[in-house]
């Protein structure tokens, strides 16, 4: 069940309160009993962590891949290679 971060316009009482996705969201203050109490946005609370796809397969994609030779995953050397002498 997610926590959800409340506030009273009324009277400024801030809570956390533990709910059910599909709970209606409160809006009597429990402070003040003015329907003032509305749920706030506020930022996710979990982090990333390990190796999973997201550290690995997308670390450079923002960044453009540089253009190899054709020859380089055929040839074994530079001296081997007729791209490198001009031949081709």
Do not use: W
Not at 22 to 43: I, N
């Amino acid at each position: 069940m997610p926590i959800y971060a409340y506030a009273c316009s009324g009277c400024g009482l801030q809570k956390d309160v533990l709910q059910k996705m599909s709970d209606a969201p409160l809006t009597v203050c429990p402070e003040c009993g003015q329907e003032t109490f509305a749920k706030q946005l506020t930022a996710a609370g979990f982090q990333l962590k390990g190796s999973g796809y997201y550290a690995t397969d997308f670390k450079n994609s923002g960044q453009p891949k540089k253009a190899e030779p054709a020859c380089v995953s055929s040839c074994a050397s530079a001296d081997s290679c007729p791209m490198a002498s001009g031949a081709a």
